[in-house]
């Protein structure tokens, strides 16, 4: 191959161009070919060209823009630069794609491989969060022996004081309790008619003789609690203990089994008294 070839190539394709009256603007715009590459071909200069079958259709879309026989001026290219050399520096057709190829699997090979090392841990991340979350449910559900064990025990019945017996009869009599009729000495002390008051209990009668509050506890259980007015009463059975308050002490008039009690204390006063049927009888006015 001679030297001057492949310039006197290039050159009839320029001068070609400039009889037609085009511009390398105008091919590239029709054709689609940068100005680069068409400069490239007007200079024979092959290291620009793409090489194989891509060289060969530029030639051919210059060639029928400038009015060149297509097809004589690819064979010309063909001879002038044979196959092997038009390719030389770069690589054949088949083997770019066989390499975009390569290419473009691995870059999905290295998605698919990013995407799942980053969905498995994430994944196991929240079936753990899902699994602590349920064994945490099922720990906080208390199970019925746990439950029977958190029960506080149920408080002792208070003991019951026994009552004392009244010795003497005339503090019966003056507390206003009849004594008991004795029994037959061939009948037994259990045999006593029912329904007969038990000596042990107490009946207590509060008044106002003027508005005064009182709060009144009896066995154990609120019994009172209000502002009592001149005319009201309040009556209370008391088997172990009467615990009774008052805003003031002259205002309020007790009786107990009837009997008159004295002044709980001086006017104004407040005071708390406890009254039980072993010392009830402190509290009665003639005693």
């Given at each position: 191959m001679t030297?001057?070839?492949p310039v006197d190539f290039g050159t009839r394709l320029r001068q070609a161009r400039e009889r037609k009256g085009v511009t390398l603007r105008e091919?590239?715009?029709r054709t689609k070919i940068s100005i680069g590459v068409l400069e490239s071909l007007e200079r024979t200069d092959i290291s620009r060209l793409p090489g194989?079958?891509?060289s060969r259709a530029f030639v051919r879309s210059y060639a029928r823009e400038v009015g060149l026989?297509?097809?004589?001026?690819?064979?010309e290219f063909i001879g002038l630069f044979p196959h092997d050399s038009v390719t030389a520096g770069h690589p054949r057709s088949d083997q770019v794609e066989d390499t975009e190829l390569f290419e473009s699997d691995r870059r999905v090979a290295s998605s698919v491989l990013w995407i799942l090392l980053i969905s498995v841990p994430l994944a196991g991340g929240v079936l753990y969060l899902g699994m602590s979350q349920r064994a945490g449910a099922l720990h906080s559900q208390p199970r019925p022996a746990a439950v029977a064990k958190a029960l506080p025990p149920e408080p002792a019945p208070a003991p019951v004081t026994p009552p004392e017996p009244v010795a003497d009869s005339s503090i019966q009599a003056a507390a206003g309790v009849a004594p008991p009729p004795s029994a037959p000495a061939n009948v037994p002390a259990d045999s006593a008619q029912p329904g007969a008051a038990p000596s042990d209990s107490l009946k207590v009668e509060l008044s106002?003789?003027?508005p005064v509050w009182v709060s009144a506890t009896v066995d154990g259980q609120k019994a009172i609690g209000r502002l009592l007015q001149v005319g009201d009463k309040e009556v209370v059975d008391v088997k172990r203990e009467l615990m009774l308050t008052a805003g003031d002490a002259s205002a309020v008039r007790m009786t107990v089994n009837g009997a008159e009690a004295r002044s709980l204390g001086k006017n104004g006063e407040v005071i708390t008294a406890r009254v039980t049927p072993a010392n009830f009888k402190d509290y009665l006015l003639n005693r």
């Open positions: 030297a001057d070839r091919i590239a715009n194989g079958i891509f026989d297509p097809d004589a001026t690819v064979e106002a003789r003027r």
